[in-house]
């Protein structure tokens, strides 16, 4: 651990050496006391739990951290600390990588529903009822479970540990975390990178399929230019119209292994719960390859790959989530004062459609409403940001970054041309970001080596590619 725990008085609690899932060395993990309400600091406590895993190089550490903010909202830092490790492993031989687990999430007083990833894909009616019942038995207000919250937690937490400046990464939603904590303590910044930029005045929930659309035209553009995937798969868009075109006028009752579990599951399956699930497996390269194989098989009849599949990909990114953050920050920010009449006509328009939105919007009608309003103005900031997007990205595509960059006055904005959703694990990336803390200054970064990430050749059959890959 070293100095991490010195030059200030620690508030932390129960620190003790642990191994994380894929660290090679032990780092200290406890927990930092914290009010549950900042401005009513007697209205009871919670515990926000953390994990510091130190720098390979000790002897020439550098004295500020990578504060890791995890996305969702809902995910829990901590869990996904193995796969992070790699995307940091080039910044943390000399650099502790702190991962602190959000409120509501995790091991910081979670909010638990047990709405696991296939619940999800229920109809409106029974995914409201079973969020509604959830809200009801948990044990804290949900309404103290906001960012600007957790970045006073995160301030609460940067104290105890004596770190005087620190670098942010942040993945999605942990992007807006970042620049809420920019906006609350600029001054205990140094660098910041986002990956998956959410802007402040992003709506999530609302936007979801205007953002899907273009991901999932690019692939159909990718199929008819690989001469394997246009040969297996021709006229691919209108096979997968004709797909939901027919669920939608009959939905069909299948029977299959759910894939976490091994159990039996049966399902109704419905247009929107294959375009959801085709969402979820254009988020990463690697399932993208998978979107026409599985559109022909389900075109044939043969639905069970591609809700096997999309069922993966879904538990995949909901695994380590907390539902009840996701909509106690959602209710409070994203969806505040908002409903129906706020579904634009592009959503209504895309594949996937108004079903996520309605059916977030029906949540939050019977979520508590937050104490006061959320702060979504655009971030304003002199500190060194490295923006990183995916061209791909189904969820926080190039333009959000974009959004974000027109306020700042140091910043670079590196796109991946074959990237997804989170690319900081890519190729260079790594590498890259690991030059960006030793030397914030967008300036002299060279970002010329994401040109050669490469595109995983498409799946023509269950058997895999026919060709090589692409760039």
């Given at each position: 651990m070293g100095a991490v725990l010195l030059g200030a008085k620690s508030e932390a609690r129960a620190d003790e050496r642990c191994f994380l899932p894929g660290a090679r060395l032990p780092g200290r993990c406890g927990t930092v006391s914290v009010p549950l309400r900042h401005d009513a600091p007697d209205a009871g406590r919670i515990e926000?739990?953390?994990?510091?895993?130190?720098?390979?190089?000790?002897?020439?550490?550098?004295?500020?951290?990578?504060?890791?903010?995890?996305?969702?909202?809902?995910?829990?830092?901590?869990?996904?600390a193995p796969v992070i490790l790699q995307s940091l492993a080039q910044a943390r031989l000399t650099r502790d990588i702190v991962f602190i687990d959000q409120r509501g999430t995790g091991?910081?007083?979670?909010?638990?529903?047990?709405?696991?990833?296939?619940?999800?894909?229920?109809?409106?009616?029974?995914?409201?009822?079973?969020?509604?019942?959830?809200?009801?038995?948990l044990k804290h207000d949900v309404r103290e479970f906001t960012t600007a919250a957790f970045?006073?937690?995160?301030?609460?937490?940067?104290?105890?540990?004596?770190?005087?400046?620190?670098?942010?990464?942040?993945?999605?939603?942990?992007?807006?975390?970042?620049q809420a904590y920019l906006r609350a303590h600029p001054d205990r910044v140094r660098s910041a990178v986002l990956d998956g930029v959410a802007p402040m005045g992003m709506r999530v929930g609302l936007e979801m399929g205007a953002d899907a659309?273009?991901?999932?035209?690019?692939?159909?553009?990718?199929?008819?230019?690989?001469?394997?995937?246009?040969?297996?798969?021709?006229?691919?868009?209108?096979?997968?119209?004709?797909?939901?075109?027919?669920?939608?006028?009959?939905?069909?009752?299948?029977?299959?292994?759910?894939?976490?579990?091994?159990?039996?599951l049966t399902l109704e399956v419905?247009?929107?719960?294959?375009?959801?699930?085709?969402?979820?497996?254009?988020?990463?390269?690697?399932?993208?390859?998978?979107?026409?194989?599985?559109?022909?098989?389900?075109?044939?009849?043969?639905?069970e790959t591609l809700m096997r599949l999309g069922l993966a990909a879904s538990a995949g990114q909901q695994g380590s989530m907390s539902l009840g953050l996701l909509f106690s920050v959602l209710c409070a920010e994203d969806l505040a004062g908002r409903g129906p009449k706020d579904i634009g006509s592009v959503e209504r328009a895309s594949f996937v459609g108004p079903a996520i939105a309605e059916a977030f919007?029906?949540?939050?009608?019977?979520?508590?409403?937050?104490?006061?309003?959320?702060?979504?103005?655009?971030l304003v900031t002199k500190v060194p940001m490295l923006l990183l997007s995916g061209r791909l990205d189904p969820v926080t595509p190039p333009a959000r970054a974009e959004q974000l960059?027109?306020?700042?006055?140091?910043?670079?904005?590196?796109?991946?041309?074959?990237?997804g959703h989170i690319v900081g694990g890519l190729g260079c990336l790594p590498e890259l970001m690991a030059d960006f803390f030793e030397n914030p200054d967008p300036s002299a970064l060279d970002s010329a080596c994401v040109e050669n990430v490469e595109r995983p050749a498409f799946f023509t059959s269950l058997q895999g590619p026919d060709g090589e890959v692409r760039k």
């Open positions: 926000v739990y953390y994990a510091v895993q130190p720098a390979f190089e000790r002897w020439r550490r550098a004295p500020d951290p990578v504060f890791f903010l995890a996305g969702g909202p809902g995910q829990s830092a901590v869990q996904v091991r910081s007083a979670p909010l638990a529903c047990d709405v696991d990833a296939v619940d999800q894909t229920l109809e409106v009616g029974a995914f409201v009822e079973a969020m509604t019942r959830c809200v009801g038995q970045v006073e937690d995160l301030e609460a937490v940067r104290k105890a540990l004596g770190y005087e400046k620190v670098n942010l990464y942040g993945g999605s939603y942990g992007t807006r975390v970042a659309q273009p991901s999932l035209d690019a692939l159909f553009a990718a199929c008819a230019d690989e001469p394997a995937c246009k040969k297996s798969f021709p006229e691919l868009p209108t096979r997968f119209d004709e797909l939901l075109k027919a669920l939608r006028a009959e939905p069909r009752r299948l029977t299959l292994v759910e894939p976490m579990t091994g159990a039996p419905t247009a929107d719960m294959v375009a959801g699930l085709v969402r979820f497996l254009l988020y990463s390269p690697q399932t993208r390859r998978l979107v026409p194989v599985a559109i022909a098989e389900a075109r044939a009849g043969r639905l919007l029906a949540v939050c009608e019977k979520w508590p409403s937050p104490r006061q309003p959320a702060d979504l103005r655009p960059r027109r306020h700042l006055e140091r910043a670079a904005h590196v796109v991946v041309p074959e990237g």
